[in-house]
């Protein structure tokens, strides 16, 4: 059974940093693209970021230079390391894995920049 966890979504001030983590299972992890998209309410789920099984990676014009993605393929885990958040990142954070025609997803993690 294929398993997506995250964690490490919560509440901080705009300027304030955050780190995601997905744990996958069920999956030969290094094989597969990883990555995360997020949905704010109201709009439709779009991609934040995504990093390849060669750790080529790809942004959002939105979040370059504020957003990391990396991968630890020991640990079956992708991250994703976001500083300056601003009010607009406020979504739900969905971690997703991709390999050809198979495709997974994570529950999501809430994400909320606010003073």
């Known amino acids: 059974q294929v398993q997506l966890v995250e964690s490490g979504g919560g509440l901080v001030q705009p300027g304030g940093s955050l780190r995601l983590s997905c744990a996958a299972s069920?999956?030969?992890?290094?094989?597969?693209?990883m990555g995360w998209y997020r949905q704010a309410p109201g709009t439709q789920r779009a991609l934040v970021a995504g990093i390849s099984s060669t750790d080529s990676t790809n942004y959002i014009d939105s979040v370059k230079g504020r957003f990391t993605i990396s991968r630890d393929n020991a640990k079956n885990t992708v991250y994703l390391e976001m500083n300056s958040l601003k009010p607009e990142d406020t979504a739900v954070y969905y971690c997703?894995?991709?390999?050809?025609?198979?495709?997974?997803w994570g529950q999501g993690t809430q994400v909320t920049v606010s003073s």
């Open positions: 069920g999956i030969r992890f290094n094989f597969y693209t």
């Open positions: 997703y894995a991709r390999l050809g025609l198979k495709e997974y």
